[in-house]
Structures are given as C-alpha cells and as structure tokens.
C-alpha cells in the first residue's frame, strides 16, 4: 500500500463551477492546446501517406481585413488555408503552432456526417429508420426520432446543451466523452447508458420542413455513433483510418474515447490547423482520396449542400445545418465550441481551419463566431 499522498487527477475533477480543470477559464488555452493529452482516454491515428504542401502565399489580411482583426484577437491560436496542395497562408499564436495538435470540438461531427454517408450507401442504415429500430434499448428521449432528424439536428427531448449554464446536459454528457471524471462516489457512465438516460422526446414544430432554427444537441451525434457502431462491419477506428488516409494528415488525428470504446465524434477530436484544413481538402474533392478514389457517399455530400435544412441561430443564420454540416449550398463546415470553425468552398476548392481559445466563462461567444464564420467565408471567396 502508497505511503505516499494520493489526489483526484486535477485535470479532470471537477471544481465548484462544475467543470473540469482544463475547460475552467484560467486553464482552458492549456486545456486545447494539450486536450490530446489530458483525456481519460484517447485513440491516436496516423496517415499511411502525407499530402505533401507547397507554398503559394497571398495576402489574405489585406483582402479581407477582418481576417487581421481574428489573428489579433487574444483567443486566436492558429489558421492555415489550402487550396489544392498549396498553402495560401498560415499563421500562429506566439504560444502556439499550425503544427500542434489543437481542441476542434463540434468539428469533430463532420466524420459522423462522413461515416454514416458511407452506410447509407452500404445499405446498412436508412435516413427514415428509427433509433429504436437499431438500438431497441434507447430511451424515451430517441427511441422514436429518425436518423434524419439526428443529422439535421431536428429533434426535441430533455437534453440540453447551453455553454453559459455549467449545470446543462451537454456538461455531464463530458463524463462519458472522457473528459471529466464523475463527482466522488458517483460511477463512471459510458456513451449508451448516458444517451439512453435522456427522456422527454416531443415532436418538433415544423420537424422536417427545413424551416426555423436548428434545435442544436451534441447528443444526437452520440446516438448516430451508437447506431453507426452497432450496424457498421468494421470498427469506428477502422473509419477513422480511412479518413486520416484519405485526408493526407502531417501529423496525427487524436480524438477521446467513451468507457464503452466509441470515438467521441460529439467533440473530441484534436487536430493541427494544417491538418484540419487537409481534412477540409478531402471534402473539397468530393471525398476523394489522395489517388482520386471515392471514400465518401459523395452523392450524401453533394444532397447535403443542396437540400432544404434548419438555419443556424444568429448571426450564423446565413448557413443551414444539414446532414450534420453547416452550409449556404457553396460554403460546407463546422463550428466548435471556444472558437473552431472549419470552412470550405466546395466550388473553389479552397480550405480554411481556424482554432482558437475564448477564456470567458461559457467559452462561447455568439458574435464571436458569426464573426468568425464570415470573415472564413469572405477569405475562401478571396483566395484566387
């Protein structure tokens, strides 16, 4: 038996505001920039091949002064944007790297909309079905919603998930995500008991009708991953690899684990910010690999930039959430909570990755990220 003190891990105990040391604002910059280290648990993937990039620099802050306001910005940790294999720019945080591993939370959604694209066309899960039609177990708050409404993020139950309120779902839901530990004496819960445990289904107004504001809810991309576990062939990791491979990554795709070994496509994927713009490129090319061969449902990709969807809220109300992706038809991406957004223009082939860390308490700022996603939008506009 130690003799010596033994402490909670502080990086994961939670404190009297009800998070975790490392999303706590006086820690949260360290917290992204080493989210890949301090998880519970995590599952690291390598590409089998690197998209090598050059150089083919252009002034992106004079055409689009906004973009100078962003770098300045305290939050700021990194950008880079790619066209094809050229790099057009990138720039860093002093204390940090477009080479370093970085937090993209809700970006992380963007491989449910890739993984479950590739089983429609496999025939193994349909838009129509119900949740209860693949995960008999789940609870009144999914059992009767469609894997269509999961995608959209057109469903209405209990869960909630509102950063300014530490006592929301979306903060108890981290303890299944791999990100917080439970309080002392409460047991650990993995990703099926913690989304089967939300109750309250209610049928949305207007559900389906590509009409009003998104109902956004991180747990309905927990449910998709239990349905796209539960029916795929081969393991969610088996997936991710054929991302990292497709996507060409320099360096490494880490993204935390569940007690019951799922990928926490929710939010917790870390990535760098030349690596998340290769990740845009491969969307930019259809899906497409490296060699030109189909890894994505591009036909899923192409409906889901076209089709009538939910409009985010203000000021991103300029984009639609279909599919689980943000688009205007020409613009395709994600945003993540404190900062992240992912923007590519599927017309011009252009990609850009922007990663940041908002200190305030909530770690969200709305006005923040309208900013944010129309300065992204007028930049991939701009590149020539």
């Not at 209860?132 to 057109?154: F, K």
């Not at 979306?170 to 650990?188: N, V």
């Not at 939300?198 to 009409?211: N, P």
């Not at 223009?345 to 252009?350: L, V, Y």
Request: net charge negative.
């Amino acid at each position: 038996m130690s003799s010596g003190k033994i402490i909670s891990n502080p990086d994961l105990t939670v404190g009297a505001d009800n998070k975790q040391r490392w999303n706590q604002p006086a820690h949260r910059r360290h917290g992204f920039h080493n989210a890949h280290r301090l998880f519970r648990r995590g599952l690291m993937v390598r590409s089998r091949e690197v998209l090598v990039l050059g150089s083919a620099e252009q002034d992106l802050c004079a055409a689009v002064p906004g973009l100078a306001d962003l770098i300045s910005h305290p939050a700021f940790s990194a950008f880079c944007c790619l066209k094809g294999d050229q790099i057009i720019m990138e720039k860093a945080a002093e204390d940090f790297s477009t080479l370093a591993p970085h937090s993209i939370q809700s970006v992380s959604k963007l491989h449910i909309h890739l993984i479950i694209g590739r089983l429609l066309a496999e025939g193994r899960v349909a838009l129509e079905g119900r949740v209860r039609d693949y995960l008999p177990d789940m609870g009144s708050g999914y059992a009767d919603a469609t894997v269509q409404a999961l995608l959209d993020m057109d469903v209405e139950n209990d869960f909630t998930e509102d950063y300014a309120d530490p006592q929301a779902d979306c903060y108890a839901e981290e303890i299944a995500l791999g990100w917080r530990l439970p309080r002392a004496g409460a047991a650990d819960v993995s990703l099926a008991e913690f989304a089967t445990a939300i109750t309250g289904f209610r049928v949305r107004a207007g559900a389906g009708d590509g009409a009003g504001q998104v109902t956004y809810k991180s747990a309905n991309t927990d449910v998709l991953t239990l349905i796209a576990a539960k029916v795929s062939p081969v393991p969610l990791a088996a997936h991710m690899e054929a991302i990292a491979d497709a996507a060409g990554y320099e360096g490494a795709l880490h993204i935390s684990m569940s007690k019951d070994g799922h990928p926490a496509f929710s939010g917790g994927g870390c990535l760098s910010a030349r690596d998340l713009a290769r990740f845009g490129m491969f969307l930019a090319r259809g899906g497409q690999d490296l060699h030109g061969q189909p890894v994505a449902n591009r036909a899923f990709l192409e409906e889901t930039r076209t089709r009538p969807a939910h409009s985010m809220s203000p000021p991103k109300d300029w984009l639609r959430y279909s599919n689980h992706t943000m688009t205007d038809g020409r613009m395709l991406g994600h945003a993540g909570y404190g900062g992240q957004f992912l923007m590519v223009d599927m017309a011009s082939g252009t990609s850009c990755a922007f990663l940041s860390v908002l200190e305030n308490e909530a770690g969200y700022d709305d006005a923040y990220m309208g900013q944010l996603s129309e300065v992204l939008r007028d930049v991939c506009l701009s590149v020539s």
